[in-house]
């Protein structure tokens, strides 16, 4: 993505999409790749359910795709624990 792209604001997404993108931050701080099966453990969704997302968070740009599971995207937030 170059960088004066904007991914737009995280209210664009649907709740369904936010939480499906959290989870995978949340793996993702442990520099981890988030599978289906992670996710949909993660907040309680169908795997169907978080395939959809996990295809349009692609899509948007927010994540990418590793084998068979995902990572976060090009961002611009950063994380402070």
């Given at each position: 993505?170059?960088?004066?792209?904007?991914?737009?604001?995280?209210?664009?997404?649907?709740?369904?999409?936010?939480?499906?993108?959290?989870?995978?931050?949340a793996?993702?701080?442990?520099?981890?790749?988030?599978?289906?099966a992670?996710?949909?453990?993660?907040?309680?969704?169908?795997?169907?359910d978080?395939?959809?997302?996990?295809?349009?968070?692609?899509?948007?740009?927010?994540?990418v795709?590793?084998?068979?599971?995902?990572?976060?995207?090009?961002?611009?937030?950063?994380?402070?624990?």
């Amino acid at each position: 993505m170059r960088e004066e792209e904007s991914l737009g604001d995280a209210q664009e997404m649907s709740g369904t999409e936010l939480a499906v993108y959290e989870a995978v931050a949340a793996l993702n701080v442990d520099e981890r790749s988030a599978t289906v099966a992670e996710v949909a453990e993660m907040t309680a969704l169908g795997e169907d359910d978080v395939r959809r997302c996990l295809g349009s968070l692609v899509e948007g740009g927010r994540l990418v795709p590793k084998g068979d599971a995902y990572l976060l995207g090009a961002h611009d937030w950063g994380l402070e624990y």
